[in-house]
């Protein structure tokens, strides 16, 4: 009898594994025909494999339970509860990795991007490179990486000069490859938030001449310490 007991106990446990592992049949509600799939079919478990982890939140006696914000739709099945808690934290975490791996490579984009712009302090009244620019422009061919070797010049907003600016970009970056490497230069409308060299030259030289000449200041002045000592005050002495 007790051999029995513990059969039947054995064949109960064996039946609620295999229907939360293999199929629903024995815990589900009122979902079977959810989205027209066969209960236990392939598509059905996809759908079920949407469903989000953790714990969901009810409302009992007025207060969610738990207070912070969960899903409120149906629970895993056991299986997929399983593979959650299993292999946590993925996949979970791999979108949060993608997320801020967007934003860093958005960041370096934009950051070579303003590295190898031309800008309008690199032109002369002409249109074409001024020294600084030229220097400018053989610092991105040394020093830039392949991938990011895209020349931009700032947009005057006036297509005439924009070509013309453009047009000798490109002479000077055939001059200093001598035709071997081609190198695209795209005009781009932005904002130079650097300054010239000579205006930072001129502000340096206005801030040393205006700086005034060393002095002592006066001994004179009431008051006792040194003073006092250097007047012979205090009425100690004879």
């Not at 039946?15 to 799939?37: H, K, L, Q, R, Y």
């Not at 600084?132 to 700032?154: A, F, K, M, N």
């Not at 904002?191 to 930072?200: F, I, K, L, Q, T």
Request: with cysteine; net charge neutral; proline share 7%.
């Amino acid at each position: 009898m007790r051999m029995y007991g513990q059969c039947f106990l054995a064949l109960v446990f064996a039946s609620a594994i295999c229907g939360c592992s293999t199929g629903p049949f024995a815990f589900v509600g009122g979902d079977e025909n959810v989205g027209g799939a066969e209960p236990g079919s392939d598509d059905w478990w996809a759908q079920k494999a949407m469903l989000p982890p953790g714990v969901r939140q009810k409302c009992y006696k007025g207060k969610n339970w738990p207070p912070r914000p969960r899903p409120t739709c149906e629970r895993q099945q056991f299986s997929h509860t399983y593979h959650s808690a299993h292999y946590w934290p993925l996949p979970y975490v791999c979108q949060d990795r993608q997320y801020m791996s967007d934003i860093i490579n958005t960041q370096e984009q934009n950051g070579w991007q303003q590295e190898t712009t031309i800008y309008h302090r690199h032109f002369t009244d002409d249109q074409t490179l001024n020294v600084p620019g030229r220097l400018h422009l053989v610092d991105i061919l040394e020093t830039t990486p392949s991938r990011y070797r895209t020349v931009y010049v700032q947009s005057s907003y006036d297509t005439e000069i924009d070509n013309t600016r453009q047009a000798n970009v490109q002479q000077t970056l055939t001059e200093l490859t001598n035709g071997e490497e081609q190198i695209q230069v795209i005009m781009r409308r932005g904002r130079d938030y650097g300054r010239p060299a000579s205006e930072v030259k001129l502000i340096n030289d206005l801030y040393n001449s205006s700086i005034p000449t060393p002095r002592l200041g006066s001994l004179s002045g009431g008051g006792g310490g040194a003073n006092a000592a250097l007047s012979g005050g205090g009425g100690g002495g004879p």
